[in-house]
């Protein structure tokens, strides 16, 4: 590691001058202008000198050294991504990297697009370190909870409204919506017929809403939106299941299907339960929680 700081203080450093220089109204956050000016100050004669797209054919983002006779770094997203909030999270990703890893990885880091979209272990420790800099970073929780409580009903467009302010992916606002809210919520990727990997809120994890995919991929129920594809319906709005369908009571399904990815993204919103019941403890970890025990 380049310093003691892990992920969550970088970011909450960078916020504080952020918040200081430009107010707390600062975003969306101008990661390239920030990675060039804050690096030159903490680290001159090492900092970033270089951020832009460029080719990278099968990788998201990289991570730089500068050539042979020059000092400093270069952080590159892949110029056929077409979607911005996916570019700027890339940005922040390898920002990240920069602050975390460099001395560890002195030739640089390249970044596969599932490095940057999944938040667990799978891919690597250090990945996930980088995921968590940059969601951090770029969607504050403070500011965060002022768009939505912890306690409120959410849908899509709620979820998007986070996205389009804070300039990331409705995966990446999601995924940051379920670190803190306390609704019982669970996202779903999948491809083809198949959950490839999934993240529940603390309270629907707690109740057992939980798809271990550690194993592989699980089919996806005959009876849901994300199977049907069914163009009568507006995902974003949702259908309300029955129970049996998603699990064994009544689920609001919303799903949309991502081009940028190629994924199929589903949120399930469970109603809550006064008191959950205890589970007993499960014998393989899910591969989030083995991370979040190593940070």
Known sequence: MTTAFGPTRWAIEITKVLNLVLGPEHFPIDVVGIARDYTAQRFPGDAITLAEGASLPGFDGALYRAPAGKKGWGI??????????????????????????????????????????????????????????????????????????????????????????????LIAAILRWLTYTERRAVLVVSRDGFILWSRASEPAAKTGAVFRTSGGPIEIPAGSLAVSQDQLIDGRTGILHGP?????EEVREMTIFSEQYDFTITMLLLEDRDRYFQLEPDPEEDTYDRFMSQR
């Open 244 to 248: 049996g369908v998603w699990f064994d």
């Open 76 to 169: 590159v997203y892949n110029n056929a991504l077409a979607s911005q909030g996916r570019i700027n999270f890339t940005l922040a990703h390898e920002f990240g990297h920069y602050l975390l890893h460099r001395t560890d990885h002195p030739n640089g880091i390249r970044c596969g697009e599932q490095d940057v979209v999944r938040w667990d272990s799978a891919y690597g420790q250090i990945e996930h370190q980088a995921n968590l800099f940059a969601a951090t970073l770029l969607m504050p929780l403070d500011d965060f909870r002022r768009q939505i409580d912890a306690r409120s009903r959410v849908d899509l467009d709620m979820i998007s409204h986070c996205a389009d302010r804070y300039r990331v992916s």
